[in-house]
Nanobody
Framework: QVQLVESGGGLVQSGGSLRLACAAS????????MAWFRQAPGKEREFVGR????????YYAGSVSGRFTISRDSAKNTMYLQMNSLKLEDTAVYYC??????????????????WGQGTQVTVSS
């Protein structure tokens, strides 16, 4: 059974940086797409970005493109989300997700099979 565990959330000032990690276990991830989503209070879960585990191709939502970077360490089965130039509107619970790449629709959370528990990111002014 695939398990995903996020870490690295916290409180940061506007304009600051934070790095999240998602440790994956219980599977072989070469056929997987892994992604970050976020959910702010009262809002729907929103796609942030994704990485193809094999090859490392990335894709980002327009709202974070140029500020956020997704990477992975295959040896550690860990995905990262480097967040720079953080804004107040980036405040949310951040989730990592995984799914078999030919079974998912990249930006739709309902198509991902596995989810982490979430980590809170709060950006203050």
């Amino acid at each position: 059974q695939v398990q995903l565990v996020e870490s690295g959330g916290g409180l940061v000032q506007s304009g600051g940086s934070l790095r999240l990690a998602c440790a994956a276990s219980g599977g072989t991830f070469s056929s997987y797409t892994m992604a970050w989503f976020r959910q702010a209070p009262g809002k729907e879960r929103e796609f942030v970005g994704r990485i193809m585990w094999s090859g490392g191709s990335t894709y980002y939502a327009g709202s974070v493109s140029g500020r956020f970077t997704i990477s992975r360490d295959s040896a550690k089965n860990t995905m990262y989300l480097q967040m720079n130039s953080l804004k107040l509107e980036d405040t949310a619970v951040y989730y990592c997700a995984a799914g078999i790449r030919w079974q998912i629709s990249t930006t739709l959370p309902s198509t991902y099979n596995y989810w982490g528990q979430g980590t809170q990111v709060t950006v203050s002014s």
